[in-house]
């Protein structure tokens, strides 16, 4: 089995880039701009993730307790995580994309 290598292409058939390329040219939507925006939609996202993953966590200890027994504000709590990780990734979907 030969392995095919490529040739150089000659000097007069290389294809020019045009002086405003895509990477030249800044966007008016740059990821710099919205940087702070990102940060903050992702760290809101991330602590309320977290936060509903504590929830599940300690309602799961609970259940597998023999004698353990949920207490009556674990169910609210749980949803009032759900709700906050919900609207948190929701910001992030309202987001522009890059």
Do not use: C, F, N
């Not at 880039?17 to 903050?40: F, H, N």
């Not at 023999?66 to 910001?91: I, K, V």
């Amino acid at each position: 089995m030969s392995s095919r290598r490529r040739s150089a292409a000659a000097p007069g058939l290389r294809t020019r880039v045009p002086a405003r390329s895509r990477v030249t040219v800044r966007r008016a939507e740059a990821p710099l701009q919205r940087s702070g925006t990102m940060a903050a939609a992702l760290r809101d996202s991330r602590a309320a993730l977290s936060d509903l993953q504590g929830q599940l966590d300690a309602l799961l200890s609970t259940l597998r307790d023999p004698a353990g027994r949920p207490d009556a504000s674990a169910p609210d709590r749980l949803r009032g995580a759900t709700a906050a990780a919900e609207q948190a990734l929701a910001s992030l979907r309202g987001l522009p994309r890059w």
